[in-house]
């Protein structure tokens, strides 16, 4: 297994395409494109990990094939992915964590939040403007307090079978001794223009000609292995009180846009646990998390719309999506946005329709909004009255979501986990902390604050849900999902996808093609994307042919069509064990046995 994952990672190398001259970092695409990989299904019997690294997948291998669980799998997959895929996830980041232990699911929350001194007017300029996007994520304001290592640290407390100093050996051992670029992270230091202004990350990730270190090249990080060093032994209070808390605010407070995030933040951040959510959908129990994460319950919404719809006689034509069930799905979608864009965000400071998050689920609401679909595109898709009261709060205006990375884990003894984890943009604020270490390297911080609204109230004072708030943890997208049979109760599947606001409809996208159009799981995953944010339909960039954009257009639909760069990682049930599908869009593998 050790020998597939390097030997994956050397034909990504080869099929690396030539990078643009840049990239627009306010488009709903998160992170740049960097080719498309066929891959093989992966079939085993016992556990498996599927990651966005082969090196991360490895070390969760490990880590399963010494009889640890799913979560001490879950935790060294993420020291490796905060190494050698910098640009999506790390410590310096949150994460959603779903984990079953054969008899309940659990939701462990790390999501950041807002530092004590943030409010609204956090991203708005003198004039009263909100900011524009970049201005708002580069430096220390767009940053959140992390709490990745606070949940890992939470569900390896409960569920860990393997002493939590001995998950970082792989991370540790490959900061020291170095990891080859990647064509991936090659192509996202070469693309993104604010990297290189930051000094600390320049002079790491660049040449001294400002050219990042070409695919092959042999990167140590002694800073990031000494951190790691810290907090295998002491724990992640490591992290938020002392030497490397202290660096990491400097760096936050210092920055030429700097950030309110302060020790006190770091050292009183907790973990969550809360309940999920877990709803009926055709012959299957699905589960996914709860707000401050709107991902499980506007892709529940667009999944139970559709089953009040006529059926459309041909989903597929051609092994693509057919235009009639794109218009029906896209249609569902933008009303599920709608909702999610009034409705949704920290339950600490909103109160859910009626009461009760479910209330967007109810199968007469459900059916009500349904019945809006029509055999031509809607003019505008409008919020509904779930739970029977109008909501106090204006819609959120659209503004992007970036970043992320997914892990899927099942363990010899049957567990599993589903985890997003995010530094939210590529690179995150592109804030390189070295945990005050002096060395060369460090981990990244994120811009987690850019997922709240930089809008504090709509025109007419009505308050936006997501506002920024101290203490709040912004909405999210991030869809870790579980699947169960509703006859036997056992787990069919654990998927996810990073991609911003497109999550939902990647991780619905392989939910459907698996399980509802039968196909296996690397099929399911390598479908072509789709979807909507409440405008127009998305279309994954020539994987359409040029019938269904034309026919979508002749139902009153505009047409994107754009590199939509998911990076699912689906595990899936077979009558002979376990299969497995990463995202050929990313450089992701199953490993297993």
């Known amino acids: 297994m050790r020998a597939a994952a390097f030997a994956l990672a050397a034909t990504l190398a080869a099929c690396a395409p030539a990078p643009p001259a840049g990239a627009d970092s306010g488009s709903l695409q998160p992170e740049a494109h960097s080719g498309f990989t066929a891959k093989r299904l992966w079939r085993g019997q016992h556990f498996a990990v599927a990651a966005a690294n082969p090196l991360a997948a490895e070390a969760g291998y490990r880590m399963l094939g ?23 996830s790390g410590i310096g980041g949150g ?47 767009s940053v959140g307090v992390p709490g990745t290592l606070r949940a890992l640290e939470l569900a390896h407390q409960r569920y860990g079978k393997l002493p ?42 660049y040449d001294a000609d400002g050219r990042p270190w070409p695919v092959g090249h042999h990167l140590r990080n002694p800073a990031l292995a000494a951190v790691l060093s810290e907090i295998a032994q002491h724990g992640s209070e490591a992290f938020y009180r002392g030497p490397i808390a202290h660096d990491l605010v400097r760096r936050v407070r210092e920055s030429a846009n700097p950030g309110r995030l302060g020790e006190a933040d770091l050292a009183s951040y907790q973990a969550l646990r809360r309940e999920p959510l877990c709803d009926a959908w055709r012959a299957y129990r699905v589960c996914g998390f709860p707000p401050p994460s709107s991902g499980h319950l506007t892709m529940m919404q667009i999944l139970g719309m559709l089953q009040h719809t006529p059926a459309v006689a041909s989903p597929l034509h051609d092994g693509v999506p057919s235009a009639p069930w794109l218009h029906v799905y896209t249609e569902a979608a933008r009303l599920a946005f709608a909702d999610r864009n009034r409705f949704i965000a920290d339950p600490a400071f909103v109160t859910a329709p009626g009461g009760r998050w479910e209330s967007l689920l109810d199968d007469a ?20 009255t779930p739970g029977a009261s109008r909501s106090a709060f204006a819609p959120q205006p659209e503004q992007p979501e970036h970043g992320t990375s997914h892990v899927s884990i099942v363990d010899a003894q049957g567990r599993a986990v589903a985890m997003t984890t995010t530094i939210e943009s590529a690179f995150g604020s592109r804030l390189l902390a070295d945990g005050g270490t002096g060395l060369p390297g460090g981990y990244m911080l994120n811009n987690e604050l850019t997922d709240f609204s930089f809008a504090p109230a709509a025109a007419d ?6 506002r920024v708030q101290p203490g709040k943890r912004p909405r999210s997208s991030m869809t870790p999902t579980l699947v169960f049979d509703r006859g036997d109760g056992r787990l069919v599947a654990s998927v996810g996808s990073p991609g911003g606001a497109l999550i939902i409809h990647y991780t619905a996208k392989a939910l459907i093609g698996s399980l509802e159009w039968g196909l296996d799981a690397q099929q399911a995953v390598a479908l072509p ?19 269904t954009v034309d026919a ?39 490993l297993g046995r």
């Open 529 to 547: 994307n789709f979807g909507s944010v409440g405008g127009p339909v998305l279309l994954e960039r020539r994987r359409f042919p040029a019938a």
């Open 66 to 88: 010494a009889g640890g669980s799913a979560i001490d799998a879950a935790v060294a997959v993420q020291m490796v992915l905060t190494l050698v895929e910098p640009q999506s």
């Open 164 to 205: 939590w100093a001995r998950l970082f050996e792989p991370a540790i051992a490959l900061a020291q001794r170095g990891f080859a670029i990647s064509p991936r992270l090659h192509r996202l230091l070469d693309v993104d223009r604010a990297l290189r202004q930051q000094p600390d990350a320049a002079a790491f990730y």
């Open 552 to 590: 979508l257009r002749a139902l009153g639909h505009r047409v994107e069509e754009l590199d939509m760069t998911s990076g699912i990682e689906l595990l899936l049930r077979t009558p002979a064990g376990w299969s497995g599908g990463s995202d050929p869009r990313r450089e992701g593998a199953v």
């Open 461 to 466: 004072g009505r308050p936006i849900a997501n």
């Open 365 to 384: 609401y459900l059916r009500e909004r349904a019945a809006l679909i029509g055999p031509k595109a809607m003019p505008d898709a409008p919020a509904g």
């Open 95 to 141: 994460t959603f964590i779903l984990h079953w232990d054969g008899r309940r699911v659990d939701a462990f929350d790390g999501r950041e939040t807002a530092p004590a001194q943030a409010d609204e007017q956090l991203f708005v300029q003198s004039d009263g403007k909100p900011m524009p996007f970049m201005r708002a994520v580069v430096g220390g304001r």
